[in-house]
C-alpha cells in the first residue's frame, strides 16, 4: 500500500502524481491531441476524418477526401504548431496524412 501523506495537497497536483507514478501521461496525450484535432479543425474536416493516432512524437490523421488532404498538406507547420499551443506543450513534431 502506498504511504499516506497528511499535508494537504490541490487535486490538480494530485492527479498530476498519480498520473506520473502510473506513467499515464502518453495515453492522456493520445486522448488530448484527437480533442485538440477535433476543436481545432471544426466540423468541416472532422467529417472527413476517418481516424487520429499518436505514436511517438508523429501525429497520423486518416481522411476520406484526397481534396481536403492535400489541402492540409500546405499547411503541415502551421497546424503542428496550433496543435502544440492548444496542448500547452510540444508533443507533435511530424504529422502525416493519409
Do not use: C, P
Amino acid at each position: 500500500m502506498a504511504k499516506r501523506n497528511n499535508e494537504h495537497i490541490s487535486i490538480q497536483d494530485a492527479l498530476k502524481e498519480f498520473v506520473e507514478t502510473n506513467k499515464l501521461e502518453k495515453g492522456l496525450n493520445k486522448v488530448n491531441v484527437a480533442d485538440a484535432w477535433a476543436n481545432l479543425m471544426g466540423n468541416g474536416v472532422n467529417n472527413y476524418t476517418a481516424s487520429v493516432n499518436l505514436e511517438r512524437d508523429t501525429l497520423y490523421i486518416q481522411l476520406t477526401s484526397s481534396v481536403l488532404r492535400e489541402e492540409l498538406s500546405y499547411g503541415k507547420q502551421k497546424i503542428i504548431n496550433m496543435l502544440n499551443e492548444e496542448l500547452g506543450k510540444e508533443i507533435i513534431k511530424k504529422l502525416v496524412l493519409r
